[in-house]
């Protein structure tokens, strides 16, 4: 999956029922493209609002929705926004093949489809009195930024919240403007290391592993959520294992090759789950044994 | 204020060494501050010394013709900067710059040698510590080679 969200194993965090999806799930609903936003030299926000008048569908962070760029074809694109507001919803996306590359050329006044939303979320709830400790490398970052969002807004019911992220270089990270507000808010404990910078860089540099050790946080009252690529998710579990982590308290966000959305087309399975629908988010407890497999 | 060997107990690469090795490491280290932008290295000098961070945040950095100086990695608190000091011809690799104020403890990589060749029990132990944090910079070093921020799936 190009620029997706995050599934879950955690059975207490089920899916969002969808009033779209349930009606019509393979049918896309017209949305258009009321603003775009440049975040990379390769990645857009879009907000998107509903073409028929009727309200945009409700969400949970971490699932994700099939955006169709008509013509060209469906992709399944992470929910990106805030999940508390109402109205338009945003997707983060790059544009890393014709799919993706289509909707990220498409102009305020575009339309899109839309089917969804789809998925498994962040278990939230189950973090009141814990330590939050999200994990994002690279694109990552625009699937778990529903969770932080709402977990800012939940803050006072956290014992603490951390965001560490990752990128490949400085000009790369998501999401500038708001990391600078982030960086300053006493709310969050904020840490970011690119792979490379150059001089004048005030962050760190390297892997975003190296940042988990002295994080500031209690493993034995940790609850986190990883996503990015899954190599680095397959090294930041193990750095969390090693700080204590239990593995019932990691969650990752599966990249897989959804196509359909629906467990029909089978492209997502992952061992005996479907990332679609046990996932996208789903925890190292439950898919530890599968995590890593070769060809899987 | 805390003598080098108390302070040395907290630092990873150091913890639960040997107290009378402790002593003989702390005889070779004096504390000292970097401003920003000081550096603690410099590319091909002699590694005559190895410095472990209190505070702040030390750039290994290579400059790169036409590119600047490239920042490779960054270390902060409790992290061991150099280990050139330890394998011949003891020189640098990279600069070392203070990216921020710098409170941190210089050892003399000469002297501590010395005192390795002396006593090869000491010398065994802190070889096999340092490996270890070799280990770790070479583990994070393959993850960036990786670039695996730069491939995403197509779609």
Request: charged share 20%.
């Amino acid at each position: 999956m190009a620029n997706r969200s995050p599934a879950e194993t955690d059975p207490t965090a089920s899916a969002v029922a969808s009033p779209g999806a349930a009606r019509a799930p393979m049918t896309p609903r017209p949305f258009r493209v009321l603003a775009r936003r440049q975040e990379t030299a390769d990645t857009w926000t879009l907000t998107l609002e509903p073409a028929d008048g009727a309200p945009a569908p409700r969400f949970e962070p971490g699932q994700f929705n099939m955006l169709y760029a008509f013509g060209v074809g469906e992709a399944p694109i992470s929910i990106s926004g805030d999940p508390d507001a109402d109205g338009p919803l945003e997707h983060t996306v790059r544009a890393v093949g014709p799919v993706s590359t289509a909707i990220c050329r498409a102009e305020p006044g575009t339309e899109l489809g839309l089917r969804g939303p789809f998925g498994s979320s962040w278990p939230l709830a189950a973090a009141a009195g814990r330590h939050v400790v999200i994990v994002a490398g690279g694109l990552g970052l625009a699937p778990v930024r529903p969770a932080l969002l709402a977990a800012l807004a939940r803050r006072e019911s956290l014992a603490g919240l951390v965001l560490l992220c990752g990128g490949r270089s400085p000009g790369e990270l998501l999401y500038a403007d708001q990391m600078v507000g982030w960086g300053q808010d006493p709310r969050l404990e904020l840490g970011v290391t690119v792979d490379a910078a150059e001089r004048g860089w005030s962050g760190h540099v390297g892997v975003v592993t190296t940042l988990i050790g002295a994080a500031p946080f209690d493993p034995a009252r940790a609850v986190a959520f990883v996503v990015g690529p899954e190599v680095m998710m397959r090294f930041t579990a193990q750095a969390l294992l090693d700080r204590g982590v239990d593995p019932a308290d990691i969650h990752l966000s599966l990249e897989r090759n959804m196509k359909c959305a629906v467990t029909q087309c089978g492209r997502c399975q992952f061992g005996p789950t479907f990332a679609c629908r046990e996932g996208p988010v789903m925890s190292l407890a439950a898919i530890g044994r599968f995590f890593g497999v070769r060809e899987l | 204020m805390r003598s080098i060997e108390d302070l040395l107990q907290e630092i990873p690469t150091f913890a639960g060494l040997e107290p009378q090795w402790l002593e003989l490491i702390a005889g070779c280290g004096l504390n000292r501050t970097f401003a920003p932008g000081e550096h603690l290295a410099r590319e091909g000098d002699p590694a005559d010394t190895f410095f472990v961070i209190r505070h702040g945040r030390v750039a290994l950095e290579i400059g790169a013709p036409g590119a600047g100086d490239l920042m490779i990695e960054t270390l902060g608190e409790g992290a061991v900067v150099g280990w050139s000091w330890l394998f011949p011809p003891h020189r640098w690799s990279f600069d070392a710059r203070a990216v921020e104020q710098v409170r941190a403890i210089v050892f003399d990589g000469a002297c501590l040698r010395g005192k390795c060749d002396d006593d090869k029990g000491l010398g065994y132990e802190l070889m096999r510590r340092f490996a270890a944090v070799m280990l770790d910079r070479l583990q994070a070093t393959r993850l960036q080679l990786l670039d695996v921020y730069g491939k995403p799936v197509a779609g």
